[in-house]
């Protein structure tokens, strides 16, 4: 058996995008996860469109980090209104019922990260492809 490499080093443009259903107004270009890094978090780069959002959810054990890369949002836990702006961010405990939604013209971008995964990349990966629109691609400096 190989050793896994110490560091991975990874461009943006070798992150495959989905939406985990057709009608989602957001999609999640995947960073780092179990299935390509053998990882037990997932990283994503979460895109919602201009009043995009995510349906309420919450975790069992997981930590869930959003860092707003651009764009301006507001998220629920619990309840409890918070205000995103870029270079803002948000840690939702476990077991704590959260959305976010994109308030801005624009996109929404976030860098979101969950540990461990409780199979969120896999619910991810069996979603729809995506492709990042120019727009994206700049954000994310691909560009």
């Known amino acids: 058996m190989l050793k896994p490499a110490p560091a991975i080093r990874k461009a943006m443009a070798e992150c495959p995008a989905w939406r985990i259903s057709p009608e989602d107004t957001n999609y999640f270009a995947m960073v780092f996860d179990a299935t390509g890094e053998g990882c037990d978090f997932v990283a994503v780069v979460e895109i919602f469109e201009p009043g995009g959002r995510t349906p309420p959810n919450a975790h069992t054990r997981a930590h869930e980090m959003f860092f707003i890369l651009e764009g301006e949002g507001r998220a629920w ?8 702006r870029r270079g803002d961010a948000m840690l939702v405990r476990p077991g704590s019922a959260h959305e976010v939604e994109n308030t801005g013209a624009g996109k929404l971008y976030c860098l979101t990260v969950m540990t461990p995964d409780e199979d969120f990349a896999a619910l991810i990966r069996r979603g729809v492809p995506a492709t990042l629109s120019a727009q994206d691609r700049a954000v994310l400096g691909m560009a």
């Not at 836990?77 to 995103?84: H, N, V």
Request: proline fraction near 0%; hydrophobic fraction near 50%; glycine fraction near 12%.
């Open 77 to 84: 836990a619990d309840g409890e209104m918070l205000e995103l």
